[in-house]
């Protein structure tokens, strides 16, 4: 897969507590006619969230997708991904890889990662849009 530092949420973020994406991504202007954003026809827009350290001490830690009309981040909506255990926080594991939604109506979008139990000391994310997610090896 191909990684573009412009569409990273994070990289190789360092995840010890509940905190949002180092990175914001700003999805363009939204059509004043239709009030969505609108990524074209064609496959689902591809995010991948990937382990690149392996997480200790916390029970488990939730991915939410944050989006927003301007850069505060309040948020005006909030898309859960995933809530992963800490057996499955292992270098190497892509652990969400649902696509953007369509018919997005707010202009910026961030991840926020919430962290169940003890606070971990170890434990890093890389995470961005991707063309598409490599699955050779990977566990679906």
Not at 100 to 114: A, F
């Amino acid at each position: 897969m191909i990684l573009d530092t412009q569409a990273l949420f994070s990289d190789a973020q360092p995840v010890t507590a509940t905190v949002a994406s180092t990175n914001t991504i700003d999805f363009g202007p939204i059509s004043p006619a239709t009030r969505t954003f609108d990524v074209g026809k064609g496959d689902d827009v591809a995010l991948l969230v990937q382990v690149v350290e392996d997480f200790n001490n916390l029970t488990s830690l939730s991915i939410d997708l944050e989006l927003d009309s301007t850069t505060t981040f309040t948020p005006d909506r909030v898309i859960p991904l995933a809530t992963v255990p800490l057996a499955q926080l292992k270098a190497g594991s892509q652990i969400a890889r649902d696509g953007l939604p369509r018919g997005l109506t707010l202009q910026y979008g961030r991840l926020k990662y919430t962290v169940s139990g003890t606070a971990p000391t170890t434990g890093k994310i890389t995470a961005g849009v991707v063309a598409g997610v490599q699955s050779n090896g990977v566990a679906i």
